[in-house]
């Protein structure tokens, strides 16, 4: 594969489990459990030899500065016509009309990022040192009129620079507002008004079986601006990517590099998820996966109004995590132990110490970090849960109530 087609894969084992849970309403089967290889759809091309002044631009990445900050609070206050996680009513559309009404509002991004291990090249006595460079592509959403993108964090994550391109060709510099890791969601912001934001349904109410379109740039600006067609094949997929645990919409609507961070789209063109990843395997054909709108549009408004996630609920503790396979490696003890306590924190307040084992959160069985925040990141601040804790050999259940 050439460079401008490399993709990123989510591990270096090309392997790693994910599993349907039980339905939690009326839908029906059998729990599933197989081993897959998922790959974040961006796609990446490194850069030329030709390096970039290892200082020039400066990272974007993350929180807003404090100047910033209160000029986005601002703009969206006065000036923001974000869509709400509503549906829209009307008749079902056309596929044409779908792609015409739907494609103004998706963009594509173009990041460039210090290359993985490329280290610093040096010049002739006297010259700068230079670094290399690689440019990631993917896809975007237009929230508001005034300029707000909702994408990827894995795209514009370490990017130095962000280049969004409409459909029409026009080019504007973009900065990112923030980014959120454990969701994947970020927000980017240009310079402009008047755009054409995307209309955005309610993820809530999918069913299996309804018609899911995504518009994308596979293979970069090669293919961009593709419509694929496609269906919701399941709901509420818990599957792990990297090392966190998200739950996605799943669909059969072809996924390619360079659709990440792109919409997934509805009948009556509502933006109803945001494409993430894509099951990469010689056995598999037609299985992706997207964020739940409501899920993704929380995260970009906190991101917009704070710079961060808000409301996240805190333990109050750090944990060791360690498969069985890496305790016995190194000699320490599998699964979650505490190994500190915060003072005031909610754990403390809870009665957990020093030493304790984490085997379950309200009831479900956890053995790592991704799952432990991944179960507690269902509840919100100031809900009481319960936490199973191994302690001098007993089991010992401790009643925490959640905190900021």
Excluded at 119 to 131: I, M, S, V
Excluded at 299 to 315: E, K, Q, T, W
């Amino acid at each position: 594969m050439d460079d401008n087609n490399r993709v990123i894969i989510v591990n270096s084992d090309g392997d790693y489990e994910w599993q349907r849970k039980a339905p939690k309403t009326k839908r029906t089967g059998k729990v599933l459990k197989t081993i897959i290889s998922l790959m974040l759809v961006a796609a990446v091309s490194v850069g030329s030899a030709a390096a970039y002044l290892h200082f020039a631009g400066g990272k974007t990445t993350g929180a807003a500065t404090a100047g910033s900050a209160s000029t986005v609070i601002q703009q969206v206050t006065k000036t923001s016509t974000i869509g709400t996680a509503e549906s829209r009513d009307g008749t079902k559309k056309t596929i044409p009309e779908i792609y015409a009404e739907c494609v103004k509002s998706t963009v594509l991004l173009t990041c460039k990022r210090p290359a993985t291990n490329s280290g610093l090249f040096f010049g002739f006595y006297g010259q700068q040192p230079t670094q290399r460079y690689s440019t990631v592509f993917g896809s975007g959403v237009i929230m508001s009129s005034d300029g707000y993108i909702i994408t990827n964090h894995h795209i514009v994550e370490e990017a130095e620079e962000v280049t969004v391109t409409m459909y029409d060709d026009t080019e504007y510099k973009g900065t990112v507002v923030g980014s959120d890791a454990n969701t994947d969601i970020a927000v980017v912001k240009i310079d402009a008004t008047g755009l054409d934001a995307a209309t955005f349904g309610d993820s809530s109410a999918l069913l299996v079986g309804e018609e899911a379109y995504a518009i994308g740039n596979p293979l970069n600006t090669q293919l961009a601006f593709t419509l694929t067609c496609g269906h919701v094949s399941a709901l509420e997929r818990e599957l792990f990517i990297e090392d966190r645990m998200l739950s996605l919409i799943q669909i059969d609507t072809a996924i390619n590099p360079g659709n990440s961070g792109g919409p997934v789209i509805d009948s009556n063109g509502n933006v109803i998820g945001i494409v993430d990843a894509k099951v990469v395997t010689t056995d598999v054909e037609g299985i992706a996966f997207a964020i739940p709108v409501n899920d993704a549009l929380s995260i970009a408004r906190s991101i917009i109004d704070y710079g961060y996630v808000v409301g996240r609920p805190m333990l109050g503790i750090t944990v060791q995590s360690a498969t069985p396979q890496q305790a016995q490696l190194y000699g320490v003890d599998a699964g979650i132990t505490v190994v500190e306590v915060s003072q005031g924190s909610c754990a403390e307040k809870g009665g957990m110490k020093v030493g304790d084992k984490i085997t379950h959160f309200n009831g479900v069985a956890i053995s790592t970090t991704s799952e432990l925040n991944f179960q507690k990141e269902k509840y919100k601040v100031g809900d009481t849960v319960t936490v199973t804790v191994e302690r001098e050999g007993k089991s010992v259940v401790l009643n925490i109530t959640l905190g900021n």
